[in-house]
């Protein structure tokens, strides 16, 4: 009882405060479940925000109630600063703390989140907002940006799901979400409204998870493909497509039905970062775990299949 206690003491304390976490290889965080990896470079740090699974050994279902937010320096060694956003933040929401990520525009942090509605049926996507990239985060509506009623392509309930956010060279930011159909929308210059309609993407064979990114003058739509999940990519000279679909990108990872992934740059290296379930013993689809591995470009601008390793990447200076 004594040792439960003092358990729970230092887990609660642990998680009030910065923690440094020295991580050794895939997955580089084991003493929790982390999942649907976001990351974002600001100011010379790397920010690295996570679902959280809570699933107990053996229950086969997503258990989500907040995010978690870690920052490093050098890809290895990281600091875990407290939850900066709990689904409960969201009053309109009722659970399920899914796919998010937060990016940077006018001296704040914007932070968008696939959650279930409370009344609406379905899933949904709110955005938060704070001053700082470890949060708080507040909710910056107080409504859902995206409900389920808003995109009536398909019957299924949870196809407003895993937003990702890019500001375009001339300002313009986009939304792009989805779950069987990829959606699209621009976003105000305030980042809290849609501005213009909502189109639908056609990419081949799209479950879910798209990640934009742009390097050397090419976009990235980078999105899960079929079930299990690999991660596949298409390329385009364009924010709003055209879309070349260009194959794998990585395959099925781990132990985990979903594979979902962030691509960033970072001192003049690429990574990508994904989830798998490989944590013994009780690691798998519920129960996540973010890894990191290098991403290379060929010359013609298209990308190399990634190699998944336990060892994970080297410290970058
Ligand atoms: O974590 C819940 C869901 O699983 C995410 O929204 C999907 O991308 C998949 O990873």
Same mark, same amino acid.
Request: hydrophobic share 35%.
């Given at each position: ?105 006018? +001296? ?5 989140? #696939?959650?279930?509605?409370? &009344?609406? /049926?379905?899933?949904? @996507? ?119 679909? +260009? ?5 099925? #990872?781990?132990?985990?039905? &979903?594979? /979902?992934?962030?691509? @960033? ?53």
């Amino acid at each position: 009882m004594k040792l439960l206690i003092l358990s729970i003491f230092a887990y609660t304390a642990s998680h009030q405060t910065d923690t440094t976490i020295h991580s050794n290889g895939n997955p580089i965080i084991t003493h929790e479940y982390t999942a649907d990896p976001a990351a974002m470079v600001y100011n010379g740090t790397v920010y690295l925000y996570t679902g959280h699974d809570e699933a107990p050994a053996r229950k086969e279902t997503y258990i989500m109630h907040n995010w978690l937010c870690f920052s490093s320096t050098d890809m290895v060694t990281w600091t875990e600063h407290p939850s900066p956003l709990q689904v409960s933040e969201f009053k309109w929401a009722k659970d399920d703390a899914w796919a998010s990520q937060v990016i940077y525009r006018n +001296k704040k942090f914007y932070w968008y989140a #696939a959650v279930e509605h409370g &009344t609406i /049926h379905g899933k949904a @996507i709110g955005v938060a907002v704070s001053d700082s990239p470890t949060g708080p985060f507040k909710d910056a509506r107080g409504t859902a940006l995206i409900t389920n009623d808003m995109t009536t392509n398909t019957k299924i309930s949870w196809d407003d799901i895993d937003p990702t956010v890019f500001i375009d060279d001339n300002g313009q930011a986009y939304l792009y979400w989805g779950n069987t159909i990829c959606y699209y929308a621009k976003l105000k210059e305030n980042m809290t409204e849609l501005d213009g309609p909502i189109h639908t993407v056609p990419l081949k064979d799209f479950t879910e998870a798209p990640w934009i990114n742009k390097h050397n003058g090419w976009y990235y739509l980078s999105y899960a493909s079929h079930f299990p999940e690999k991660t596949v990519y298409a390329m385009s000279r364009n924010i709003e497509g055209p879309w070349e679909y +260009k194959g794998i990108l990585n395959e099925v #990872a781990g132990n985990s039905n &979903t594979n /979902h992934q962030a691509i @960033i740059d970072y001192k003049g290296k690429s990574y990508f970062i994904y989830h798998n379930g490989s944590i013994p013993t009780e690691g798998g689809s519920f129960r996540r775990s973010v890894c990191i591995d290098y991403l290379y470009y060929n010359k013609d601008g298209s990308m190399k299949r990634v190699i998944m390793t336990s060892e994970g990447v080297k410290p970058v200076r």
